[in-house]
């Protein structure tokens, strides 16, 4: 997938203009929302597991060696093949190896971020194969020809209409327009690719060290054919996504689907421990596990470990009001929202992607959901305060900064400042106490109101509460 996210601001212009966008995220948002809210509600130990999943991730990042060759060891023992990517280019020509040596044509694909972080469908449609994508919403947008626009929902940009017309192109008449109607056909036109494919790559939610197996959850079903299927099976992950036992396993999934989507579990888990066995009714031949560094072993003992504990269930993006604004694409690579806002400068350059750690409000509900505690907002603020020293943030920004310290280092002079501009927002916002223009701000008062101060500075609040 190339990097577009040099160009966030002009997208986030664009996508906020759009009301179809706006509808579908609107929409696809608050049921993720209200249902998380739902399911946390209801689980009175939710917290106490969180802090249980920080602490085995953390644990696992600080013996992350000892886990992968462990891994290796139980892979191998089962009769499957690891192979270690140092980088995106590394990984494709490593799956590209296998898929001719077996002599493939079809490959069908469950979700998986780590082949988009490599841009592995493109290298594979260069070579002549034929890629389906078995994810309904990955399907969706591979025949729109898109990058997916969430983590876990990647076709959550689309209206139901749209999805219609989507369908109707590329598979004919009669059109369908009622959502069971569009997953009928879908499933229909997908069913028989499975059976027609020679390689089934897949990501790998878990990765156990204990007993090398690959765990895989959807709502679909289309994991356990995409890899059951097929003579071999790839899986796709970082190598961060090791957890040390099947016990640890569980842990995890009972905080998974409740940060995703608002659900007690996913409606498929599946196992997956090498090839098939003598006995076996079914199962690949062959089995890889395909372990991408491709930056992560450079975030190890650094100020962004605690981005590696991440188990992409989107919940940061569900939550996020920039992401709910402006949508997945406005970000310009694989990862956005939050996430994406630390992990795209990270892996592509702070150079490439300066707008993204400074899209964010620092509202901290990013950090509040997130159920590994990644303190997101921190991390914001540590690439923002790396821009800064390289001199890599806009000009007048930091001008900007540099007037704001000079003000802030004279509490004088800081609160003279404050009380004035609180007597001339309150003054500027007329009688509903909403600012609708403000200047030097019209991206914020562009599409939405402003709530003015009182025409008192917090301080002048406070002390007046105490007497």
Not at 231 to 248: A, F, M, N, W, Y
Not at 317 to 346: D, F, Q
Not at 421 to 438: C, D, E, I, T, V
Request: net charge positive; aromatic share 6%.
């Amino acid at each position: 997938m190339d990097v577009s996210s040099p160009r966030f601001k002009e997208k986030a212009v664009i996508a906020l203009a759009d009301p179809t966008l706006r509808q579908a995220l609107g929409q696809s948002r608050k049921g993720f929302v209200n249902k998380r809210a739902e399911l946390v509600a209801a689980l009175p130990e939710f917290e106490a597991l969180r802090d249980q999943a920080r602490d085995v991730k953390n644990h696992v990042l600080e013996n992350l060696d000892h886990y992968l060759e462990r891994f290796d060891s139980a892979v191998t023992a089962a009769g499957g093949h690891v192979h270690w990517a140092r980088d995106a280019e590394e990984a494709r020509n490593i799956i590209l190896g296998i898929c001719e040596r077996v002599q493939a044509r079809t490959i069908t694909k469950g979700k998986s971020m780590v082949s988009e972080e490599v841009n592995l469908n493109a290298a594979l449609e260069k070579r002549g194969y034929t890629v389906v994508e078995t994810d309904l919403g990955e399907y969706i947008i591979q025949l729109a020809k898109e990058p997916p626009s969430h983590i876990i929902a990647p076709a959550i940009h689309k209206t139901k209409e749209q999805v219609s017309d989507l369908f109707e192109a590329a598979h004919g008449g009669p059109r369908k327009t009622t959502v069971a109607d569009l997953v009928t056909e879908a499933r229909l036109v997908l069913r028989d690719k499975y059976f027609k494919a020679d390689v089934g790559i897949t990501g790998g939610n878990y990765l156990v060290a204990e007993t090398g197996s690959s765990i895989i959850v959807t709502n679909e079903g289309n994991g356990d054919l995409t890899q059951t299927l097929a003579k071999v099976h790839i899986v796709t992950s970082g190598i961060e996504r090791i957890v040390p036992t099947l016990e640890d396993v569980s842990l995890f999934l009972r905080i998974l689907a409740r940060s995703a989507t608002g659900q007690e579990t996913e409606t498929y888990t599946t196992l997956s421990t090498g090839p098939r066995r003598p006995g076996d009714v079914d199962g690949p031949e062959e089995f890889h596990v395909v372990l991408v560094d491709n930056g992560r072993s450079k975030m190890l003992g650094g100020k962004f470990q605690d981005m590696l504990r991440c188990i992409r269930c989107g919940a940061c993006m569900n939550h996020c009001p920039v992401y709910g604004a402006v949508g997945g694409h406005a970000y310009g690579w694989v990862y956005p929202g939050p996430m994406g806002s630390v992990l795209t400068p990270l892996f592509v350059g702070l150079d490439a992607t300066r707008d993204l750690p400074n899209a964010c409000t620092l509202n901290g509900r990013c950090q509040s959901v997130c159920p590994v505690r990644i303190p997101l907002p921190e991390l914001l603020r540590e690439l923002r305060h790396q821009q800064h020293q390289r001199g890599i943030s806009p000009p007048v920004q930091r001008r900007a900064l540099g007037v704001w310290r000079f003000v802030a280092e004279r509490p004088g002079l800081y609160q003279f400042a404050n009380r004035l501009a609180a007597r001339a927002l309150k003054g500027l916002s007329g009688r509903n106490g909403r600012l609708r223009h403000l200047p030097f701000a019209s991206g914020w008062t562009a599409l939405r109101d402003l709530p003015a101060p009182e025409g008192k500075t917090f301080l002048e609040l406070w002390h007046a509460r105490q007497t």
